[in-house]
């Protein structure tokens, strides 16, 4: 059962995105900090003369270690590959098939529509790309796309954020 904060999950294919990001490793109470590099990549790119090819996200790649801290990277899509630098990575959203819904409503609540949608990943036997290193489960793809704009929307409990899980290849399996 799908709860009130989250669209009916769905599948969708999505291409290979060029991105700069921010990496980061964080817990809860320092999510200040993670959310200010959002302006710090767009004045990076607007620095270089680049504009960004969509919002911002948030890419997860360990959901927290014994301290709580998440690994994760701040980042704005660019429409091709640039060169980062000594703080800024150049990456990619890999291509695939991704479970997708959309989070409705206050970030605080975001919580319940991630476990909603691995949840519903289950149900419907749907293998989430992800992999153990000892004992850090690493994503290959678990992102957060900022739909909203917070300058024209500053109502967080008005915000919709795209959650999207990457699915394992058939190929892979």
């Known amino acids: 059962m799908v ?3 989250i669209s009916e999950p ?3 294919e999505r291409a290979e995105q060029p991105y700069v990001g921010i990496p980061i490793l964080a817990g809860l109470a320092e999510w200040d900090k993670v959310n200010s590099l959002v ?3 767009f004045d990076w790119l607007k620095g270089k003369g680049i504009k960004p090819a969509g919002t911002p996200f948030f890419r997860y790649w360990c959901l927290g270690d014994s301290e709580g801290k998440y690994k994760m990277e701040v980042g704005l899509p660019v429409k091709r590959m640039v060169s980062g630098d000594d703080r800024v990575v150049a990456s990619f959203i890999p291509g695939g098939s991704y479970l997708s819904a ?3 409503g206050h970030p605080d609540n975001l919580e ?3 476990a909603a949608l691995e949840q519903w ?3 419907e036997e749907l293998d989430i790309d992800k992999r153990w290193e000892g004992q850090e489960e690493i994503w290959n793809g678990r992102f ?3 739909v909203t704009d917070p300058e024209t929307e500053p109502d967080l409990n008005k915000w919709a954020i795209r959650i999207a899980f990457l ?3 058939d190929d892979a399996a």
């Open 102 to 104: 959309l989070h409705k």
């Open 3 to 5: 709860q009130k904060y």
């Open 10 to 12: 769905f599948v969708e």
């Open 167 to 169: 699915l394992m290849r």
């Open 121 to 123: 990943a289950l149900q």
């Open 112 to 114: 319940k529509s991630l």
């Open 39 to 41: 302006g710090e990549l």
């Open 144 to 146: 957060e796309f900022y």
